[in-house]
């Protein structure tokens, strides 16, 4: 009777992986080659840096992070939570704080200009921005936007600046070539 029982075992183990085998082959993941991710974070973050101009010159400067929402789990289903990027951008979006502007700090952002992101398959990042009057950016204000964005990502563990692409496309322009940014020291 035992022999029986163990033959009966093996074979309920074997139809047990067989099935798992099964589900497991037809769950409609498909293998992909080796994705490489960023440095995870270090830590929590508490401030932002925003590229603002000194003189015609590109300066980061930091500030500290926008207070978070306290939100409802519920009321959140299928909301998209806003990101570092959009947060340093929408800061960006509003000019020197009057502390920033009385030390000579510039922006050449439009005040009245919109920025919204958007991350594409090809490992890139688009950066698009909005001004109601149509006006094309100019290339001091290019160069903030993507050492912002850029610094938003590596200000959170997110990698090497060098190896973050972004593109800017602006009203009725074609998309502004990629910028190099000077180091931000917080």
């Given at each position: 009777m035992t022999r029986r029982h163990g033959l009966l075992s093996a074979a309920t183990l074997l139809l047990v992986g067989a099935l798992v085998g099964a589900v497991v082959a037809g769950c409609g993941i498909r293998p992909s080659r080796v994705i490489q991710g960023w440095e995870a974070p270090k830590g929590a973050v508490s401030s932002l840096i925003v590229y603002l101009l000194d003189h015609g010159?590109?300066?980061?400067?930091?500030?500290?992070?926008?207070?978070?929402?306290?939100?409802?789990?519920?009321?959140?289903?299928g909301m998209i939570i806003r990101s570092p990027q959009d947060d340093a951008l929408r800061a960006l979006a509003q000019g020197p704080t009057a502390t920033e502007a009385a030390g000579g700090l510039t922006s050449d952002i439009p005040s009245d200009a919109t920025l919204a992101t958007k991350y594409v398959d090809d490992g890139?990042?688009?950066?698009?921005v909005y001004t109601p009057d149509g006006k094309p950016l100019t290339q001091h204000a290019v160069d903030q936007i993507v050492c912002t964005f850029v610094s938003s990502i590596t200000n959170n563990g997110g990698g090497d600046s060098k190896q973050i692409k972004v593109r800017v496309l602006d009203t009725g322009k074609k998309p502004w070539p990629s910028q190099s940014c000077p180091v931000a020291t917080p």
């Amino acid at each position: 009777m035992t022999r029986r029982h163990g033959l009966l075992s093996a074979a309920t183990l074997l139809l047990v992986g067989a099935l798992v085998g099964a589900v497991v082959a037809g769950c409609g993941i498909r293998p992909s080659r080796v994705i490489q991710g960023w440095e995870a974070p270090k830590g929590a973050v508490s401030s932002l840096i925003v590229y603002l101009l000194d003189h015609g010159t590109l300066r980061a400067v930091t500030r500290p992070l926008p207070p978070s929402p306290t939100l409802d789990p519920k009321a959140t289903a299928g909301m998209i939570i806003r990101s570092p990027q959009d947060d340093a951008l929408r800061a960006l979006a509003q000019g020197p704080t009057a502390t920033e502007a009385a030390g000579g700090l510039t922006s050449d952002i439009p005040s009245d200009a919109t920025l919204a992101t958007k991350y594409v398959d090809d490992g890139g990042n688009w950066v698009f921005v909005y001004t109601p009057d149509g006006k094309p950016l100019t290339q001091h204000a290019v160069d903030q936007i993507v050492c912002t964005f850029v610094s938003s990502i590596t200000n959170n563990g997110g990698g090497d600046s060098k190896q973050i692409k972004v593109r800017v496309l602006d009203t009725g322009k074609k998309p502004w070539p990629s910028q190099s940014c000077p180091v931000a020291t917080p």
